[in-house]
């Protein structure tokens, strides 16, 4: 057994909803992210897939104590974050950070590349002395596939993917042991998004790093993920190994979930049945009472809506799944990849 | 090459019958004059859709497979952009030499355009309703009354429930997905042959895209248009398109029947986009990277545009560009070395 180095427990985040503006009033709260709870090993890469407003973001920004949560906790090697003083704060800053998803909003425009991946030693000057900065920040370029001689470079004479290079250029710099990816390659192109996929790859083998990827794009977190937890309305409602949740899924969601990504292959348009989901994700200001998702689903019974089913081992699964009628069901038919096609090549 | 048996498509447009056609792009040029000088947007696209028929245009930001669509309906915006060559035909006579008028008259009854971002596209001060029914009004003389009706039948055909009283609702009291179904019966409204969807479902939630994916196949069968979608999301293309043409630097690099496409690229770029997506079905994949960036369109690169990205590419890559060549009944592709992909195991 691996260790654990973040450990995630019961986390809340409720936003108020209020009413006039001299007198205000909280008339309800948004549950963006409404107990969630999991553990990250060392080196893995957990991947959180989910639709929009399913609170992964808010998870993400919670757990970079960028938000303050409602309640829960999160530990770091065993050590409570929140409530650490500014000073335990700032150590532990150095150990997470975070990969935003828009590059082209997270660089401020008036710093050069040396001056934004430069920045975090300004405020931890411990890590590198004055005199080494510069050839700090060029060796990061160099790490995340720039050219070093582009240091006095601003943001805006780089491409969508170069910007995500530099992002993650920013996030290395301390040397963390944990990087939050919150949808790194959603705004990219399709070509640009497999080199930003393969490097986050590398750095993790090269430094040890273990993510939490967040996206909505199924097969990118299957691509990268050892580990899957599948979101819905503010909770965690399945959570497994990538084989367990892909190969093997018991929550009707994640099954409707999977059954609607298409497949770059013709050839299974007859094979595949999709899971047709009716009607829109519920207000999270407002979620059904019991099971959440059980106003679309499929299986819902009378104690669906009375009971919430916990996140656990049912008979019917191997893994933890929030459903009371959880079962395993085939729906993405997978097979090993082949190799890549070697490209023939001539002289004319 | 010579001993290939190839021929070039436009010879076989040229020694042609009087196509029957619905719609025809061919040898469309479009150039964007800015200050920064000229950004040869298009340069020589020809397709074409037929009845019935869905052509998946495929192409990354910055391909032209937009603008080409912006250039069909005549909403190009001039300046910058300027054609400066080919034809655009629908049912066999150019559009670019036609009125203003007379492409007015098309706009909306023979070709209609579905965008992307709905709730741009609609305007948030009227209700759906008026939005839909002020075709009914302006181009079928209808009274206020009859057109709203009309437009409740339209809101019922792309199934939103409770027509009759959403049509009194404004574009944001509606989700992402109904806001797009809102935008299909919008450009439903006067009948159209050909639809232009320009990625439809890019901006929605995967189990929503499913939904209007199936309701744009379903509305295209009933009616038999023709589907021109545009789109960058090869799985999107996998699951409804007939045929499919590959857009790079304002090119078409490749086209052909779906199956084919996806069973043996003829173009390296087309390999390089298959192999570099992660799918969901596969385990212990690798991913193939495209080196480099797409080009800038101020300065495309000499002969072939994908060149410098091309792990094939030989001298004869820079030098010159290679025509879209005929390889078989149903596939066409623009690289030097087309037959060498084709025919490798």
Redesign the interface.
């Known amino acids: 057994m691996t260790e654990n180095i973040l450990e995630v427990n019961d986390l809340v985040k409720y936003y108020p909803v209020t009413r006039g503006i001299v007198f205000k009033k909280t008339i309800g709260h948004v549950q963006a992210v409404d107990g969630v709870s999991f553990n990250l090993r060392k080196g893995e890469t957990l991947g959180i897939v989910g ?2 407003g399913c609170g992964k973001s808010t998870l993400a920004r919670v757990l970079m104590s960028l938000e303050k949560p409602t309640r829960g906790s999160v530990k770091y090697n065993g050590q409570e974050i929140y409530g650490m003083g500014a000073s335990g704060m700032r150590r532990l800053r150095r150990n997470i950070q975070l990969v935003m998803q828009d590059p082209y909003t997270s660089l401020n425009p008036r710093m050069t590349v040396g001056d934004l991946i430069g920045e975090p030693f300004e405020i931890h000057p411990d890590v590198a002395p004055k005199s080494s900065r510069r050839q700090k920040v060029q060796d990061l370029l160099e790490v995340v596939g720039l050219n070093p001689e582009h240091i006095n470079r601003y943001p805006h004479q780089f ?1 969508g ?2 910007r995500q290079r530099i992002g993650i250029a920013r996030a290395l710099a301390l040397r963390p042991e944990i990087i939050v990816c919150d949808e790194p390659v959603s705004a990219l ?7 930003v ?2 490097l986050l790859e590398k750095l993790q083998d090269e430094f040890g790093l273990s993510y939490i990827f967040i996206a ?1 794009d ?3 977190v ?2 990268l993920s050892d580990r899957v937890a599948v979101m819905y309305l503010g909770k965690i409602v399945e959570i497994g190994t990538e ?1 367990e949740i ?1 190969e093997r899924p018991t929550h009707p969601y994640t099954q ?3 059954s ?10 007859e094979t595949k049945a ?1 899971i ?2 009716t009607g ?1 994700v519920p207000s999270p200001a407002n979620p059904p009472s019991g099971c959440r998702f059980r106003t679309r689903c499929w299986k819902a019974q009378e104690i669906c809506a009375t009971e919430v089913p916990e996140l656990t081992v049912r008979s019917g699964s191997d893994h933890p799944s929030a459903c009371h009628f959880a079962e395993k069901r085939e729906i ?6 082949g ?10 | 090459m010579s001993n290939v048996f190839v021929s070039e498509q436009s010879e076989a447009a040229a020694a042609g019958h009087p196509s029957g056609r619905l719609l025809e792009v061919e040898e469309l040029r479009v150039e964007f004059r800015t200050r920064d000088g000229v950004a040869k947007v298009i340069n020589g696209v020809t397709y074409h859709v037929d009845a019935g028929e869905t052509l998946a245009v495929l192409g990354e930001s910055g391909s032209g497979k937009s603008v080409t669509a912006q250039t069909i309906m005549g909403i190009l915006d001039t300046p910058p952009g300027f054609v400066t060559g080919g034809q655009i035909r629908f049912h066999g006579r150019d559009m670019l030499k036609m009125s203003a008028e007379e492409r007015r008259r098309i706009r909306g009854e023979g070709i209609a355009m579905v965008f992307q971002d709905a709730l741009s596209a609609l305007n948030p001060v009227f209700t759906v309703g008026f939005q839909i029914a002020e075709q009914f009004r302006v181009r079928r003389g209808m009274s206020r009354g009859d057109a709203k009706k009309r437009a409740a039948e339209m809101l019922d055909q792309v199934k939103i429930p409770n027509a009759k009283q959403r049509i009194n609702e404004y574009p944001h009291q509606f989700s992402g997905g109904m806001r797009q179904r809102v935008m299909i019966a919008m450009s439903l409204a006067l009948d159209p042959e050909v639809l232009i969807a320009d990625e439809p479902t890019t901006a929605l939630d995967v189990t929503v895209q499913a939904q209007i994916m199936d309701l744009l196949a379903e509305l295209q069968q009933e009616r038999q248009m023709g589907l021109i979608l545009i789109t960058h999301d090869l799985g999107v293309v996998a699951d409804v398109a007939d045929r499919i043409a590959v857009m790079y630097a304002g090119r078409i690099v490749e086209e052909a029947d779906v199956h084919e496409l996806y069973a043996k690229p003829a173009h390296p770029y087309t390999l390089g986009l298959l192999e570099s997506i992660p799918r969901i079905d596969e385990k212990g994949q690798q991913l193939r990277t495209i080196r480099g960036l797409p080009p800038s369109l101020l300065r495309i690169p000499s002969g072939c545009p994908f060149h410098p990205r091309c792990p094939m590419a030989q001298p004869v890559c820079a030098e010159k560009v290679p025509p879209l060549l005929q390889l078989g009944p149903t596939r066409a592709s623009a690289c030097h070395f087309a037959q060498d992909l084709v025919s490798r195991d």
Do not use: C, F, K, W
């Not at chain 1, 609607?260 to 348009?269: F, K, L, N, T, W």
């Not at chain 1, 993405?332 to 990849?337: G, I, L, P, Q």
């Not at chain 1, 190799?339 to 004319?348: A, F, G, H, K, V």
């Open positions: 639709e929009s491409s993917g170069q192109d399709v070509s640009i998004q497999a080199q996929m393969n909505h199924l097969s990118v299957r691509h084989d892909y409707a979930l999977l609607a990504v298409p497949v770059p292959d013709p050839s299974s348009r999709i047709r989901l829109d993405v038919a997978t097979h090993e990849a190799e890549l096609t070697d490209l023939p090549t001539r002289t004319l």
